[in-house]
T-cell receptor
Framework: AQKITQTQPGMFVQEKEAVTLDCTYD???????LFWYKQPSSGEMIFLIY??????QNATEGRYSLNFQKARKSANLVISASQLGDSAMYFC?????????????FGEGTQLTVNP | DVKVTQSSRYLVKRTGEKVFLECVQD?????MFWYRQDPGLGLRLIYF???????EKGDIPEGYSVSREKKERFSLILESASTNQTSMYLC?????????????FGAGTRLSVL
């Protein structure tokens, strides 16, 4: 069975500082994809970044980067230069297998608060 | 841009009512999903569909059914609403045949069953 674990229910960071949100995963399938989504208080889930299990380099998208450590089965999200608008719930998710349309398994989420 | 539209942001229903949650996507995506979100539990998959008239059970299908008569529309049906179905419901869609297979979400429907 696939499982995603986010051990930080809440995190606080000062504006302009970097923050790391933890995510560990469990799967025996060699082919998988890892996703991070942001959910502001408005409710909509916004895709942030993706890492494939065979990708050689860590994914980056602007201020977001994914610290992918395959041996440790971790896929932590790093947000650099935090902004007040980064305050939101963040979800890590995993897709297992290569079948397009495969379902995602989500973690419990981390509530990030950016303080001015 | 991909747009996934859920028909209602907020709904209040009575126990025992039949409830329809509608979701429409405008990107010709083959795949559509219904999740419910509860605090501390993340998102849990209720049902998904890979094609018109096809449906597959997710992790928590009990008490729900779905309908996909047209490619762009995926409906979630609560046959007889109960208070434990009070939750946030999120619809998503994705296309087939791409490596990332990103799911795009609607804004969600907050359902209260009284």
């Amino acid at each position: 069975a696939q499982k995603i674990t986010q051990t930080q229910p809440g995190m606080f960071v000062q504006e302009k500082e970097a923050v790391t949100l933890d995510c560990t995963y469990d799967t025996s399938d060699p082919s998988y994809g890892l996703f991070w989504y942001k959910q502001p208080s408005s409710g909509e889930m916004i895709f942030l970044i993706y890492q494939g299990s065979y990708d050689q380099q860590n994914a980056t998208e602007g201020r977001y980067s994914l610290n992918f450590q395959k041996a440790r089965k971790s896929a932590n999200l790093v947000i650099s230069a935090s902004q007040l608008g980064d305050s939101a719930m963040y979800f890590c998710a995993m897709r297992v297998g290569e079948t397009s349309g495969s379902r995602l398994t989500f973690g419990e989420g981390t509530q990030l608060t950016v303080n001015p | 841009d991909v747009k996934v539209t859920q028909s209602s942001r907020y709904l209040v229903k009575r126990t025992g009512e039949k409830v329809f949650l509608e979701c429409v996507q405008d990107m010709d995506h083959e795949n559509m999903f219904w999740y419910r979100q509860d605090p501390g539990l993340g998102l849990r998959l209720i049902y998904f569909s890979y094609d018109v008239k096809m449906k597959e059970k997710g992790d928590i299908p009990e008490g729900y059914s779905v309908s996909r008569e047209k490619k762009e529309r995926f409906s979630l049906i609560l046959e007889s609403a109960s208070t434990n179905q009070t939750s946030m419901y999120l619809c998503a869609s994705s296309e087939t045949g791409v490596a990332k297979n990103i799911q795009y979400f609607g804004a969600g429907t907050r359902l209260s069953v009284l």
